[in-house]
């Protein structure tokens, strides 16, 4: 496809397991993105890629956080011990460059639900 | 700390009229701004978006204003149709810092817009 896709699309887990959220960017992208949106709230930033390196990952909420990103394409975002908290959208995006400047694209998102 | 906040979390204006949304940040280091769309169920879609070399940018009946010194920019609809009933997310960034740290937009919490026909 041509957008930036998200899998899966809900996600429903019990507290204490470990999930795993995938993003594929678009083709060519080498920027990408996640962010997640909890009931309420805007977006709130967690990471981003430059190819398969993450420079800053201050942005992820706690050390359960964790993302990689493999041949400059799909990214995948882990949960571990899931908690309650945890639960919200997670938004992937990308976009052609890091510089400034050049829009983020974004896909459908997981919704991430822990009970 | 939010650094770009939407103070008005929902807006309801008449179809034709027009619709201004509103956004307020903090930091003076950000130099870009934009606009997103969000449906229901969807990931955000950009709309529109403006440099802070600018204080207008205009696309259809899409228009961003800055107004720097006040650390505020809008986004006017004009006209305003049925279909532009959304979340619409104010995003900024800090181009300056890019060279190997900043590569993140900081979103407000968005302001819903209903448009009635």
């Known amino acids: 496809g041509a957008g930036v896709s998200q899998s899966p699309s809900n996600k429903v887990t019990e507290k204490g397991k470990d999930v795993e959220l995938r993003c594929d960017p678009i083709s060519g992208h080498t920027a990408l993105y996640w962010y997640r949106q909890s009931l309420g709230q805007g977006l709130e930033f967690l990471i981003y890629?430059?190819?398969?390196?993450?420079?800053?990952k201050s942005g992820l909420p706690s050390d359960r956080f964790s993302a990689e990103r493999t041949g400059g394409s799909v990214s995948t975002l882990t949960i571990q011990r899931t908690q309650q908290e945890d639960s919200a959208v997670y938004l992937c995006?990308?976009?052609?460059?890091?510089?400034?400047?050049?829009?983020?694209?974004f896909g459908p998102g997981t919704r991430l639900t822990v009970t | 700390d939010q650094q770009v906040k939407q103070n008005s979390p929902s807006l309801s204006v008449q179809e034709g009229r027009i619709s201004i949304l509103n956004c307020d940040y903090t930091?003076?280091?950000?130099?870009?701004f934009l606009w997103y769309k969000k449906y229901p169920a969807e990931g955000p879609t950009f709309l529109i978006s403006?440099?802070?070399?600018?204080d207008k940018n205009e696309d259809g009946r899409f228009t961003v204003f800055l107004n720097k010194s006040a650390k505020h920019l809008s986004l006017h609809i004009v006209p305003s149709q049925p279909g532009d009933s959304a979340v619409y997310f104010c995003a900024a960034s800090a181009r300056r810092n890019y060279g190997g740290s900043q590569g993140n937009l900081i979103f407000g919490k968005g302001t819903k817009l209903s448009v009635k026909p």
């Open positions: 890629f430059q190819g398969n390196s993450a420079p800053d």
């Open positions: 403006i440099s802070s070399i600018k």
């Open positions: 995006a990308s976009s052609r460059n890091l510089a400034g400047g050049y829009e983020q694209y």
């Open positions: 930091n003076s280091m950000f130099d870009y």
